[in-house]
């Protein structure tokens, strides 16, 4: 697809979504942490029920606390006990995302793709282009390779916590050191697969 | 922000992103490899070659200021060196040179109607499934502070 944006629109668009989705959301934007949570549905949906079986409200808790208590030592505490709680400065992490939201997710940003391509008015072949097909063919071997690679891109962004959002843009504009160190680390081992392709079929 | 639900918002973010990668061309396989090569096998670095490059690095320069000002005062959710980070970077890395996607790109180039990028977003799951056992069975901590 030809036609791209320049590179300062993409730099603004990438560059917003972290902060807007800190601020609306109260969570840290990384998309391999999302697309875990299809790949651990049992725990995910266990997660839902429990959610749907917790108490909705102040009240409701408080009126939880107070039968545990008089079920335990037989009467409530005279007058209001205060508990002495933080509070925390600034904006404190949001609650968690779980599986329905990462779906949605994951289906919103192939939508993405599919109105940038109805916007670039071709379709772009079912395949990765002639430099790809240089490299692996179209056959069982380019196959191959997208499901090898992408097990690694899978295993390697869940044992380093985070991919090229995550740790990439949002922890390293927040110059968390794991961020810092992981995308140096796939940085540099993209960039030695790709001199190596680039070096045997060229690009 | 309770007026709109969350699950629209993450969903906004993630169409947002989508597009956003597509119309940089990051959704293709070529475009990437010139950027990991800095354009070495396209002509040599020149503002074209470097495009996503510089669009990247751009993305983390206004997000960074946007932290500074917009959340000054808030946590930090901490990402740490720990046991995966190298280990777990290089062989994304490995993956992300052989596939031309990260985990976004791949489902974005499915949008697209890249068919073949199925088997990446396959891949992609099956890696994931893998290595959240194995973690666990070595007692490793994994997905934890990450969204």
């Known amino acids: 697809m030809s036609g791209y944006w320049p590179w300062w629109a993409g730099a603004l668009g990438l560059g917003i979504l972290p902060i807007a989705y800190w601020l609306v959301l109260r969570r840290s934007f990384g998309v391999s942490g999302l697309m875990g949570r299809l790949v651990s549905v049992r725990e995910e949906f266990a997660v839902l029920r429990d959610n749907a079986a917790a108490p909705k409200s102040q009240e409701d808790l408080e009126a939880l606390l107070d039968a545990a208590t008089r079920e335990q030592f037989g009467s409530l505490p005279p007058g209001d006990v205060p508990l002495p709680v933080a509070v925390p400065r600034g904006r404190a992490l949001g609650a968690r995302l779980g599986i329905l939201e990462a779906a949605a997710f994951v289906i919103a940003m192939a939508g993405g793709g599919l109105v940038s391509r109805l916007y670039a008015g071709h379709a772009p072949g079912p395949w990765m282009g002639e430099a790809f097909r240089r490299a692996f063919g179209s056959g069982a071997l380019a196959l191959g390779a997208l499901v090898l690679g992408g097990a690694l891109v899978g295993a390697g962004t869940t044992l380093a916590d985070g991919c090229s959002t995550g740790h990439g843009l949002t922890g390293s504009a927040r110059l968390q050191p794991g961020s810092l160190v992981a995308t140096a680390c796939f940085m540099a081992a993209a960039m030695g697969v790709s001199l190596l392709i680039g070096w045997r079929v060229g690009l | ?147």
Not at chain 2, 45 to 60: D, E, K
Not at chain 2, 91 to 113: D, K, M, N, R
């Open chain 2, 1 to 147: 922000m309770r007026a709109i639900p969350r699950i629209v918002a993450v969903a906004a973010f993630g169409f947002v992103l989508g597009l956003v990668l597509s119309r940089l061309g990051f959704t293709e396989w070529r475009e990437v490899h010139t950027m990991f090569t800095l354009g070495l096998f396209a002509g040599g670095p020149s503002a074209s070659t470097l495009r996503l490059l510089l669009a990247f690095c751009g993305a983390v320069a206004i997000a960074m200021a946007g932290f500074a000002v917009f959340a000054r005062r808030d946590a930090v959710p901490r990402r740490p060196i720990h046991k995966g980070t190298v280990v777990g970077g290089l062989l994304f890395g490995l993956g992300w040179g052989v596939t031309g996607g990260c985990p976004s790109i791949a489902v974005v180039q499915l949008g697209e109607g890249r068919f073949a990028a199925g088997a990446s977003v396959a891949g992609v799951l099956i890696g994931m499934w893998l290595a959240r056992r194995v973690t666990a069975r070595l007692g490793w901590r994994a997905g934890s502070c990450a969204d």
